[in-house]
Structure formats: structure tokens, C-alpha cells
């Protein structure tokens, strides 16, 4: 069969009008096929075609009884384009692909199949030749080598029905979402010298490990291909292919696969504010500026010296968005986090006066990267039910989390890059000093929920000298390790779903690096167990009260206690179910120095039972506590009829919930009611 885009009704091929293979054997299609090729013409011209996977790069099939592979690549200013591979020695011009007035080129190739590398060898109208990895090529080389890799990505037999229907049926708003985000290449190396495990390795150690500390998802740094490790993924060349360093396509299926038919969502990070300069990838790639806007006030980023794609031109819309589809239609991803969302909405983003040219109303806005985006968001959850897109936005621009028909962009949720700012400069403080910082973490509430917001510690905050967060937590030894306990508890207890990077679950003393595996040798000492111990325990306690997740972006669901009380540097709140039925009463001391006795208005009278306390001695703290709970009296406080006296462990966050019962004699002489066995080593 001949490639589709290369045949229509409205198009003259070169050499006599008529499509012949590579060996000159002509290629027939019927009307009705002609038909569909012609509409998927149509489609590429206008800008509405999203999966042009189906259509152009290299698909492997069968032809007039012969095997073989066609291949087509969009490249509308070429004089000549060719495939190179092993079989020709790499030589231009002997394998000529026919081209059409769509700006396709295509052909077919006998005999070419699984894992055959290529590249198209393009001759520009200078004269020069391109040799080009294909911008739609399913698999590529492992680096630092740079061709494709035919390949069949339609072969693999998936295994999570089960999954795919619950997700389809799921409202993840007001379900607990709690990420752990990894870089694939460092969180564990093999011990025989390999560089890397194969992505089917990953899989079951990384569920077994999601499974032991209670994630709900994985986040995984961009697994598009990508040339240079220390871009982390972030400039890929292969926006369809896995990257080859852990495996094969059928691989990465796998390490999906199995995640889902265990329960653990995957949510993969996805770039396409930007892509490198490399030679071998979409730069210039017919010899003009065709994915990237040739006045580098619009189309080249001076903070990360990369290209800038042109969101106005239709056939580069195409493919972005059949690469953000391809991902969940082909891979069963469950969710995209876009990023560098704030540097494609600016056109004068990280640039000065005169460095950036206004859009056609003289304003910043960059309307075709904004129209862009509210495309990809309309296709992916009108395809794709249950599927997330997350957006690492971190400016003031509204409605980013808003359904496009309301005028947003149509996201699921942003990253609240300010509740990470203000929490990290906060909590950095040396304690003495908080007392005039109060309104730091109070702030947050003012906006909390003017979009659907994830509260993220990622990556971001332990590289590039800024330190790991247990390094940045201030005080000796112990306090550092408290510190963090409560920022983590606090993260868990405020309106937001959670994203935490891996290591921070059990505090690394050294930023992340890349080029090595984390700081696991940590494990087996007192203090770095407790602090995984109760990461563990908060998913756990995360996951079980459905006052901590179902109204996550309703004003219904928190309400300050006090956030006023500077002078002794705590903060009370309350969270509260969808229904109203469920409280559970958050209290924190950011300071050294124990609270007895310390009242707190509470919503209800009863028995408040202590379900979280940070400074429980298996975590790694002081063992001070409620002796499992305490009841509430009639006592005003803080605007409410009744209140608790409670203690306030230093540097701590403690929680309760009201209970009609009386607790058991064990559960009134346990000083935290976990429920949960220790985490293994």
C-alpha cells in the first residue's frame, strides 16, 4: 500500500504524476481509499489533523504481496529528498522518495523492516544536503548515535482493561493524586556496570517501591528521545519515540502495563515550548526555518538556547498535537505535565525591551501558542476521558486550570509554583525569625483556589546549587530532619494534589545529579528511615481521609483555625469532605519550643482522635504527643463553640479527627494510631 498523504485526486507527483516505489513499481490505490487520503490532505493543510502518526514516518507493511516499509515526511521546500540507510551505504539520492504538492514525500521500500535504521537525506534549495532523523520515527538509535529505527509499535498485547476503564470513569479531582516524580536514568543503576536498567526491569522495582511508600502515580521526566543526558529529556529530537537508553518500544509499553494492572497511574512529561539546535533533528530541516520561526525574536529561547516551534503554521500544530495524542492513544499514558507553560503564553518572556516582537493587537500575548494549547487540551479530554494535563505554569496568567469553553486553557490542573516559593523561603528561615514571615504560608489561601492546583517539590528545587531539602532546612542535625517532616506534612494537609522527586522521601544530603543513582546507601540509618517511614504513612493517611482530597479546589473544603499567632509561629486549619461529614483538624509549630496546652476551636464536640503526629519516635522525633487523642469542652475559641487543648510538639505537625466513640485503652496510650507496619529496607 502506498503512504496516503503522497496520493490524492488534487495532487501531481513528480516524474510522469505517477507514485512508484523505489524500484519503480507503481502503487494503486481504490477511489474510496483516494478519498480518505485526500481528507487527510485536507486535514494537514488546515490544522486539524492529530494523529499524523497514522500517516507520515515509517510504518512497516505489506505492499502487493511484497514486505516492506513506506515511509513519508512533510518537507515542502526540498528539491530532493532521500533515504539513507544501511543498505544503500548511506547515500543520497539513490532511494528517492516522490513528493506532492502537500509538501509530503513518500515511497516504499521492499524488504525494509524491523529495526533497519535510517535517516532522510534532504537536498535544500542552496544545494546542500540534510541528513535528518525522522521527525515521526517511532524508535530512534540509543545515543549519542542519531538515526531512526523502523519499527512496529502495533504489535504489543496490552493487559490493563481494568485500568483503562476505571480511568475512563474517574473524576481524578476529587480523588487523592499523590506523584512521585523520576528521572528514569538515576534512580537506580545496575550493579553488574550497565549503564542503565531496561525499562521492563524499572517496572517492577519502581511499582513494588510506588506500592511500599502508598504513591498513587508516577512522574517520569520527559521519555521522548532525546540526544544529551544533561538535558535530562527536556530537549528531545523524537517527539514519538521512546527514548532507547532503558529499551524497545514494546518495553516502555511494558513498564505502562505493568504500572497500570498494579494500580499506579504514569503521567509523562511533555515538551513543546521549545527543541535543540542539534544538526540531525527538526532545526531548519528542509533547509528552511520549517518547525521554528525564522526571526529569532519569536523563535529562539536565549535561556535555554533551543527553537522555538511556530504554533501558527498548521503542520506544525499538527505535530504537537498528534504528538501529545500519539503518547495516551498508542502508549496508554495517563496524563501529560506540559512543560515551560508560562514561556509559550509571553512572546517578551526572558527577554527585554526590543527583543521580542508584540502580537498583531501590540499586546504580549502569544495568541497562537495560547490557541494551541486550548486545542490540545479540547482533543486530549474529549478523546481521552480520565486522562490529566498538568501544566508547570508559574505566573499570574488566569484560568489556566479553566475549561476552555469559560475562557481558559483547559488544563486539569497547574502547578501552584507560588505555594513552593513561599513555602521553601519560609521554611529556610532559621525558626527565631518566622515570627516576622508569618503571612508567607498564610498568603496561599488568598488564591488557592482560582485554579485546580498541585503542590510540587520537584526536581527543579534540589539542582543547580540550591541544594537537597534536607540541606535546606535550617537548625542541627535533628531539626533538620524535623523541619522537613513538617513541610511534608503540611504539604500533605493543604488543598492540592502532591508531587514529591524521588530521594526527597528519604533525604538526600546532596543535590540530585544526573549522571548517578540516588543516595540509597542512606537507607538502614535511624533517622533517613523515619523520615521514609513517614512519607510512607502520610500517603497512607493521605489516601484514607476523604476530607484531605475530595474538595481539593472547593472553598468548602479548608477553613483557617488561626493563622494569626506570629508571636508563637503555628498555623490551625480544617479540612472537611465533599459532604461535609469528615473534619480532620491540622495544627503546626514552626518553632523548637513545645505548645502545652495550646487551644484550638475545633467544628464539633467529641472525642478528637491524634492521627498524624510528625514527631512520633519512629519517625524520628521527640515522642511528644496527645496520648492518641483528647476530648473537646466548651470552651469558645477562635470563633468557634467549642475547642481542644492540645500539645504541639516542636517543629511538628499534628492532626486530628473527631470520632463518636471512645477510643480503646490502646489506642488512648498510643501516641500516634499510624496503622501501619514499618516501611522495609
Known sequence: MSHPLAQSGETRLRRGGQLRTVESKPLEETSSRLARFRAELDRLRRGSNASMYHWLGAHITEHNGTQGTRFAVWAPNAVEVSLIHNANGWTPGQDVLWGSDSGVWSGFIEGFGQGDAYKYAIRTQTGETLEKADPLAFYSERPPATASVAWDIDSYEW????????????????????????????????????????????????????HEMGFTHLELMPMTEYPFDGSWGYQATGYFAPTSRFGTPEDFMYFVDHCHRNGIGVIMDWVPAHFPTDAHSLARFDGTCLYEHSDPR?????????????????????FLLSSARFWIDKYHIDGLRVDAVASMLYL???????????????????????????????????????????????????????????????FSIKWDMGWMNDTLHYIRREPIHRTHHQNELSFRMVYAFTENFMLPLSHDEVVHGKQSLLSQMPGDYW???????????????????????????FGQWTEWNHDSELDWALLGHEKHD????FIGDLNHFYKTHRALFEADFDPTGFSWIQADDAQNSTYAFVRTSSDGVEHIIV???????????????????????????????????????????????????HGREHSIAVTLPPLSIVAFRPISAKPTPKAAASAVPTGRRKLSE
Open 159 to 210: 493487559t490493563d482493561s481494568d485500568w483503562m476503564i476505571r480511568r475512563a470513569s474517574t473524576n481524578w479531582l476529587e480523588r487523592p493524586i499523590s506523584v512521585y516524580e523520576v528521572h528514569l536514568a538515576s534512580w537506580k543503576r545496575p550493579e553488574d556496570g550497565s549503564k542503565y536498567f531496561n525499562y521492563r526491569e524499572l517496572a517492577k522495582q519502581l511499582v513494588d517501591y510506588c
Open 479 to 505: 531539626q533538620k530532619f524535623a523541619n522537613l517532616r513538617m513541610m511534608y506534612g503540611y504539604q500533605y494537609t493543604m488543598p492540592g494534589k502532591k508531587l514529591l522527586f524521588m530521594g526527597c522521601e
Open 348 to 410: 517578551d518572556y526572558s527577554r527585554e525591551d526590543g527583543e521580542w516582537i508584540p502580537n498583531q493587537f501590540g499586546g504580549r500575548e502569544n495568541l497562537e501558542a495560547l490557541q494551541f494549547l486550548k486545542d490540545m487540551n479540547v482533543e486530549l479530554h474529549g478523546q481521552f476521558p480520565g486522562v490529566l494535563t498538568i501544566a508547570e505554569e508559574s505566573t499570574s496568567w488566569g484560568g489556566v486550570s479553566h475549561p476552555v469553553y469559560n475562557g481558559g486553557l483547559g
Open 530 to 533: 523515619g523520615l521514609r517511614l
Open 298 to 318: 519569536k523563535g529562539f529561547h536565549p535561556d535555554w538556547n533551543t527553537l522555538i516551534f511556530n504554533y501558527g503554521r498548521n503542520e506544525v500544530r499538527d
Open 587 to 637: 495544627a503546626l509549630n514552626f518553632t523548637p519550643v513545645p505548645r502545652h496546652d495550646y487551644r484550638v476551636g475545633v467544628p464539633v464536640s467529641g472525642f478528637y482522635k491524634e492521627v498524624l503526629n510528625s514527631d512520633a519516635k519512629i519517625y524520628g522525633g521527640s515522642n511528644l504527643g496527645n496520648q492518641g487523642g483528647v476530648y473537646s469542652e466548651e470552651v469558645p475559641c
